[in-house]
């Protein structure tokens, strides 16, 4: 190809490391923690464990439990 | 660096999760409306009339519910992806960015996916005993802990060899050592089977699939998706858009 594109002078290179594990740390912490109530609220919440009372968090994300997998009943 | 791999992880995540949707709205919604009705007419045979309406409408569950719980888990994991990627880039021998993005996405599919599907499947509405859905969940949970601390120490067996035994040898030894810890996994952990004999197996089995089927196309979407996002992320180029014109625009 005569004309390079803007990609591969990059490609060409070895990978290089983006962050160091101090600067990454937190927000691996935080997204962590949303990972986890994101988790826990379509996979658990209202089935084996509430935090709100009554099922329509349950509900409402019933479906998307069963067919991600998640045990529901 | 970190914020646009951050950000495009959850953008492509959400996109994962449009395409999940799309499947298992059309595949998965089929088995599960089947096993209500068998639950229904079970319920009907044995005298038990359930007259109260949902709270939330069986046309909700099935759509916008399944959507946006789709939407939550895609765009979550795809977040989170976005910050292991920047973790491990660079840190894995000398693989680039499509790669480092299948390699992570393939580990997440077999820990998040594949690993509880061999021991604690996925059920259909109807399937199942409240008295046991506590221990199942934990069970299920712990069941994926094991697979991802597998799953590292793999990764770093295969690190480790690779210069002495040669990179073909030590991913065989690293995937050996999976599915070796993965067995006594299986062994250690309790069985849970609620599936009763009169329950139709071939909804059983389709709804499996369909299960199947949700979880392989958002790992699919993310590897590909991602590992786009992310090479054009570290050749400093927007998400979208020509890559002769994209030195001249600013990175998302």
Known sequence: ?73 | MVRTLLVRGMLVGLVAGLLAFVWAYLVGEPPVKAAIAVEEAAAAAAGEVDSAPPEVSRDVQSTLGLLLGILIFATAVGGFLGLVFAMVYGRIGQLRARATALVLCSAAFVCIAIVPLTKYPANPPAVGSGDTIGERTGWFFVLIVIAIVAAVAAGRTIRDLSPRWGVGNAVAAGLTLFVGLIIVAHLALPNENEVAPPFPPQILWDFRLANLGTQAIIWAALAFGFGHAAERAIAGQPLLGRRDRATATSPV
């Not at chain 1, 002078?9 to 160091?20: D, F």
């Open chain 1, 1 to 73: 190809m005569s004309t390079p594109t803007a990609i591969e002078p990059a490609a060409e290179r070895a990978p290089i490391p983006v962050a160091s594990p101090r600067e990454l740390l937190p927000y691996w912490i935080f997204a962590g923690i949303v990972l986890m109530f994101a988790i826990y609220f379509v996979g658990a919440e209202e089935g084996a464990t509430a935090v709100f009372s009554g099922s329509g968090v349950h509900e409402l994300v019933h479906d998307a439990r069963h067919l991600l997998g998640f045990p529901c009943h």
